[in-house]
């Protein structure tokens, strides 16, 4: 370690008496400022021994990756700018890749030259977050030989108003009446205030009153369920309006389970992760039970989904009275093309009733697929063994 500090002390002399003899590298030096900054850095670095935050094998270093911008309010922007050099021998053409929708970065020139560096611009939008966050930002160079560099950014944000709970979970029988209380005080300052609440289900309700006691100053958002919910799992996003410029809408997500007559096995359908092909429709299928915990017989039929991708139908006819009753429920993928996390609940209506007494979830996540005649590996199109290969995990 110690011939090791010698040698890169004596490089540094070298390099300094370097500069102070010869015109033109002096010249060359002060011409590019970027250059001369990369060259010190490297030579800290094999001082350091590779210690901190920079690399001696790295191609690409900064002398800071993590930004802490302190206290934050919602809605606001926080921008930070990174520097980054190139001191490999090679250009690098430069890529960020954040880890959060929330953040957004430029490279500025995205085309680094050996010796030179760069600026990454990063900017935060805080949203509706509350507390303490973290988030990360990953550069990637073209060559994949080159070592990529992870920045951390963290911020804590102060809320315009203190929501609690934050998220509403609670369970009811059916045909009883369900509630549950929602504080929300206001951190701003005085003359910011809820003014109404919004749910967007038929099954959720909502309302605003004054608080008292300990909570004066406070607004109530009193959460209920009506008997004629049906069971499952009922949830819904309440939009709570305030008089907040920054934050005019407050979202509070509601769930609420009703535990109802009904055994459902399962008790909701998962068709889990299903690839959907190119020019070409997948079809999958699942089925439930249906039965009354009382053992009594009774009447089923279907309602129209909320999903046209998603179809049920009976087994075994609904318009007369069975202990138990088979649903076939069928998930067609490629018309309309559709990716991405599908939600949906299918309604069932007992013995005639106009409103529902079941909402059975469906869930399903719907991956892209590449057909094999578009994979290909090393330049030339893939076999069949190939294309299994390229099939996503």
Not at 255 to 282: R, T
Request: contains cysteine; positive net charge.
């Amino acid at each position: 370690m110690r011939r090791m500090h010698r040698r890169s002390l004596a490089g540094f002399a070298g390099h300094r008496g370097a500069r102070q003899h010869c015109g033109t590298q002096a010249a060359t030096l002060t011409r590019f400022p970027w250059r001369s900054v990369a060259t010190a850095l490297a030579m800290w670095a094999a001082v350091l021994g590779g210690r901190g935050s920079i690399s001696m094998a790295a191609q690409l270093q900064a002398p800071s990756l993590e930004h802490d911008f302190g206290l934050a309010r919602q809605q606001q922007n926080l921008r930070h700018a990174f520097t980054v050099f190139n001191v490999g021998r090679k250009k690098e053409d430069l890529r960020p890749s954040p880890s959060c929708s929330c953040v957004s970065a430029t490279i500025t020139p995205p085309a680094v030259a050996p010796g030179d560096g760069c600026s990454l611009e990063v900017s935060v939008q805080t949203g509706e977050l509350r507390g303490r966050q973290e988030v990360t930002l990953r550069i990637f160079a073209d060559d994949e030989t080159t070592e990529s560099l992870l920045f951390r950014v963290v911020f804590t944000v102060t809320p315009e108003f203190e929501v609690t709970p934050a998220e509403v979970r609670f369970s009811v029988k059916h045909a009883n009446t369900g509630n549950a209380v929602v504080v929300v005080r206001p951190v701003a300052g005085k003359g910011v205030r809820v003014t109404s609440v919004e749910s967007d289900s038929p099954f959720v309700q909502a309302a605003v009153s004054e608080a008292k006691g300990k909570h004066t100053g406070s607004r109530l958002v009193r959460v209920s369920v009506p008997p004629c919910a049906p069971q499952g799992r009922l949830t819904a996003v309440l939009r709570v309006k305030t008089t907040s410029a920054r934050v005019p809408v407050l979202r509070i997500p509601v769930a609420v389970s009703v535990n109802g007559p009904f055994a459902l096995s399962p008790n909701q359908v998962s068709f889990g992760m299903v690839y959907a092909p190119d020019g070409a429709v997948s079809t999958q299928t699942r089925q439930v039970t249906v039965r009354r915990k009382d053992g009594k017989a009774f009447m089923l039929s279907i309602g129209a989904c909320g999903h046209q991708g998603v179809s049920a139908r009976l087994a075994e006819s609904g318009k007369r009275s069975v202990h138990h009753v088979i649903i076939l429920l069928r998930l067609q993928v490629g018309t309309p093309r559709s990716t991405g996390f599908l939600e949906t609940a299918i309604p069932l209506y007992a013995d005639g009733t106009r409103e529902p007494a079941i909402l059975l979830p469906t869930l399903a996540y719907v991956r892209p697929r590449r057909s094999a005649d578009s994979s290909s590996c090393c330049g030339k199109t893939a076999g069949a063994e190939g294309s299994r290969r390229s099939e996503p995990r």
